[in-house]
C-alpha cells in the first residue's frame, strides 16, 4: 500500500511552487479541484484523505468523481475539465515516483476531456456599454469605483483577475497613459488608455488618495474587492439599466462580457487581430478567432462584395415523364 498524501504534499511544495512557479491562481484552482476529489472518495468510502492510497484512486473512481461535478454539483463541462487537469497534473507527477502504480496512473491519464457546444461570443454594443457604465449612483463613493473599474474594463478589456489585482501605481497619466498588469503566464502587459477614461480615472484617484502599492478599486474597508464581488456589481447595475435599455433585458452580464465587448469593439474599428490579441494578452491570435466569428458586421461586409445568384424563382420540373417519375419515388 502506498499512501497519496506524501505525494500529493511533494506535488504542491516541490512541483507545482519550487520547479514551475505556479501562479497562486493556479494553485489554488488545482487545490480545490483536488479537495473536492478527497472529500468525495471520502464520502464514498469512508476513509479519511490521510488514510487513501493509490488504489482508492483508479479510474473507475475518477471517472464516478466527474459525473458528480457535473450530475450534483452541476458544474459546467468546462468546469469539469478543469478539474480534470488538476487530477492529470497530480498523476503525472505521480507517475515519476511510483513506478509499482504505473498501469492505474496510465488508465487515469487516459480518460479525456469531456467535449461541449462553443457558444457565440456575448459582448455589448456602444449603446449598451454607455447605459451600463451610466447606471452606477454617482452620489456614493461605490459608485464612483464602480463606474470607474466598469468604463476601464471595457477600453483595456483587463481580465476580472487582472482589474482586481491592478494598485494605484498601475495607473500612469499624462502623456502616454497607459495601464500595467499581469496576465496569465505571469505575462506583464501596458495597455493604452483613452482620454474619457484618464479624466475618470485621474478623479477616482484623487478621491481614493491611497500609495502606490494599494488597491487601485478597495472595498470600504480597503481590502481588494473579489471576483464574486465585481460580478455581483456588474450583475446589478446591468439589470437596474435593462429598465432603460431593453436590449439587455434576460441577458447574463458577466465580467468577462465587458472584456469581449473591448474585443468587438476594436475589431469593428479595422484593429488587426494580431494587435486585438497582444491588448488583450492572449497566447496566440488563434484565441482572437472567436470575436471574427461573432462580428456579423464582417460576415455581412463579406456577403455585399459577393454576386448574387441569378437563378430564377420556382419549382423544378422534369423534362421527362421517365425522370417526373423517378423524382416521385
Known sequence: MTLIAPTLQAFFTDRLIQQRQASPRTITGYR??????????????????????????????????????????????????????????????????????????????????????????????????????????????????????????????????ELIGLDCGDITLGVGANVRCEGKGRKQRAVPLSRPVQALLKAWLTERAGQPSDPLFPTRTGRRLSRDAVALRVRTHAAVAAQ???????????????????????????????????????????????????????????LALTTPTSAQPGRYRPPDKVLAFLESL
Open 32 to 161: 480545490d479541484a483536488l479537495t473536492l476529489l478527497l472529500q468525495f472518495v471520502h464520502q464514498q468510502t469512508g476513509k479519511s484523505p490521510a488514510e487513501l492510497d493509490w488504489d482508492d484512486l483508479d479510474s473507475t473512481v475518477i471517472t464516478a468523481f466527474l459525473n458528480y461535478l457535473e450530475q450534483e454539483r452541476h458544474n459546467s463541462i468546462r468546469t469539469r475539465n478543469v478539474r480534470l487537469t488538476a487530477i492529470r497534473s497530480l498523476f503525472s507527477y505521480a507517475a515519476l515516483r511510483h513506478p509499482e502504480h504505473a498501469l492505474l496512473i496510465q488508465r487515469v491519464l487516459a480518460i479525456p476531456p469531456k467535449r461541449f457546444t462553443k457558444r457565440v461570443v456575448e459582448f455589448l454594443t456602444a449603446t449598451e456599454i454607455n447605459a451600463l457604465v451610466a447606471e452606477p449612483d454617482q452620489s456614493r463613493w461605490e459608485g464612483r469605483r464602480d463606474r470607474t473599474l466598469m468604463l476601464l474594463a471595457t477600453q483595456t478589456g483587463l481580465r476580472v483577475s
Open 244 to 302: 432603460h435599455c431593453p436590449s439587455l433585458i434576460g441577458r447574463r452580464i458577466h465580467p468577462h462580457v465587458l472584456r469581449h465587448s473591448c474585443a468587438m469593439t476594436l475589431l469593428q474599428a479595422g484593429v488587426d487581430t494580431s494587435v486585438i490579441a497582444l491588448w488583450l494578452g492572449h497566447s496566440g491570435v488563434r484565441s482572437t478567432d472567436a470575436y471574427i466569428h461573432a462580428d456579423i458586421s464582417i460576415k455581412e461586409r463579406a
